[in-house]
């Protein structure tokens, strides 16, 4: 009996060609989750290594598959560090990411001739010159799509702002987590407008990478910010970067707590009554 996870793996892994992979990701819609790249990476540095042409739909369609939807994250910045995408890719790649509700894969058109797609007449969208698959787009790539948009071009940043306004929460709220990842490229007053927004911002997440770019200039501010959180996990990220701080810099009732610990550890334990 082979197990349906080492069957996909081996279709991933032994892919001969480009379009081989495609075919299988494409056709194969598999339930479980990757624990890690590997599979995804070795696939795609083993197809392009030698021969970059189709690289980026290649990349397209890894990223967007289900198969590795727990490590999108990791996975995208393997695939740019790979080296296989030039740059012009890596923009053309975190503009698809960032710029549409849905990622359009055009489909081969040896594909409509051999049948491994029917299109029904009538389906074709006007002005679409080619039959597409749309793929979902996860949030961890509109983050790294945004803070890549940015980097690169800073001048873009009001117009990524304007895109998070039109998304749904969850990419919303990724895109923005890749502007504040991007604020260290911007001027100083881009880099501390984009932090005020980020703290307020309705997502927790959001508010801790805001706050975490506020405390690499104004830590107490940071500190402030996160002890009145309404997040447990921003709270708690506050209380540990201030048990990091000395004593002295700690806030007064940090500094009052530490010093009653101290205390009472100093404390003379009771001896022993013979009378007990």
């Given amino acids: 009996m082979i197990f ?3 069957e996909d793996s081996a279709h991933i892994l032994g892919a001969a060609t480009p379009d081989a992979l495609w075919r299988y990701l494409a056709g194969n819609v598999h339930l479980r989750a990757m624990p890690n790249t590997f599979e995804a990476v070795c696939a795609f540095q083993r197809l392009h ?21 727990r490590v999108t994250a990791p996975l995208i910045v393997d695939i740019e560090q790979s080296g296989i995408l030039d740059e012009g890719d890596l923009d053309q790649l975190a503009d698809g990411f960032l710029w549409e509700d849905k990622l359009a894969w055009p489909v081969p058109e040896q594909w409509l001739r051999d049948g491994t797609v029917r299109v029904k ?14 793929r979902m787009i996860p949030p961890p790539l509109r983050r790294w799509a945004a ?7 800073p001048r873009q940043t ?55 770019l506020l405390a690499e200039t104004d830590r107490e501010a940071a500190l ?3 002890a009145d959180d309404a997040s447990a996990t921003v709270r708690a990220w506050g209380q540990k970067l201030a048990s990091q701080l000395p004593l002295r810099d700690r806030p007064a009732e940090d500094r009052a707590a530490a010093e009653h610990q101290r205390l009472t550890r100093q404390a003379p334990e009771p001896q022993p009554s013979l009378f007990d």
């Fill in 4 to 6: 349906p996870w080492l």
């Fill in 49 to 69: 290594r030698d021969r970059p042409a189709h690289a980026l739909r290649s990349a397209q369609l890894i990223c967007t598959d289900l198969r590795w939807r």
């Fill in 121 to 134: 007449r009538g389906r074709h969208k006007p002005g679409r010159t080619a039959v597409v698959i749309d």
């Fill in 147 to 153: 803070a890549r948009i940015v980097t690169r071009e």
């Fill in 158 to 212: 009001a117009d990524v702002l304007v895109r998070i306004d039109g998304m749904d929460a969850g990419a919303g709220d990724a895109a923005m987590a890749g502007l504040l990842d991007a604020a260290v490229s911007l001027p100083p007053e881009a880099r501390e407008a984009l932090t005020e927004l980020g703290c307020a911002w309705p997502n927790g997440t959001v508010r801790l990478r805001a706050l975490k």
């Fill in 224 to 226: 402030r910010g996160a």
